[in-house]
């Protein structure tokens, strides 16, 4: 089971020196998702974030950055996803871009191009960060085995408590976010708390 974190959809007071801890933490990917930015903030950002790490951030927006900062990692929406062709994505991933999207309904799970590594999906449980998003899927929902051509991970209302459930459910992993940015001061230590727990799970896997 893998751990990946999304990023505060706003700018918050050094955000940069969280990413840079979250990292030294161990933390193997963070998507910076910002939907409102300007260039030029996403930019301010990525300048504070120690060079070392670009190689474990994946944006979400303003793609053309990626070239200047030495990200290979790009996330594509649904819309964009649908709105680039086969041969566009092909171009990336001869680029040596790794590739991930979100899917909203799982019966889009069997119909992504092998040209993404990952995808997201969800919410899988009620949103830690946005008051009345619920969780869709049912207590019993399991990710039956041939429907995935591509690894997926939840997203939505991830905790600590709840990570069990989702390796029950046939995720590949999970994707933080409200746990992390509701309480920045908290962030850290949550991270910690999320992370041990994964490896927990993932040593009962490998002991069972």
Not at 133 to 152: Q, S, T
């Amino acid at each position: 089971m893998k751990l990946l974190a999304i990023s505060n959809p706003e700018f918050i007071p050094d955000e940069a020196e969280l990413i840079n801890s979250l990292f030294r933490e161990g933390l193997v990917c963070l998507h910076i998702r910002k939907p409102e930015s300007a260039r030029i903030d996403l930019w301010f950002l990525l300048s504070k974030i120690n060079p070392d790490f670009m190689d474990r951030i994946s944006i979400h927006q303003h793609h053309n950055l990626a070239g200047e900062f030495g990200i290979k990692r790009l996330h594509f929406t649904e819309n964009e996803r649908k709105l680039n062709s086969l041969e566009s994505l092909e171009k990336f991933r001869s680029d040596n871009f790794l590739l991930s999207t979100s899917i909203h309904n799982i019966s889009e799970m069997n119909n992504l191009s092998n040209h993404f590594s990952y995808a997201f999906f969800g919410p899988v449980f009620n949103s830690i960060s946005k008051m009345g998003y619920a969780g869709i899927l049912p207590n019993d929902f399991l990710i039956k085995p041939e429907l995935k051509r591509i690894p997926i991970f939840g997203l939505g209302g991830i905790s600590s408590e709840n990570l069990k459930k989702v390796k029950e459910m046939n995720f590949d992993g999970a994707a933080i976010l409200g746990i992390l940015w509701k309480e920045p001061e908290n962030a850290i230590a949550n991270f910690r708390e999320i992370r041990d727990v994964v490896d927990l799970i993932n040593q009962q896997v490998i002991s069972g």
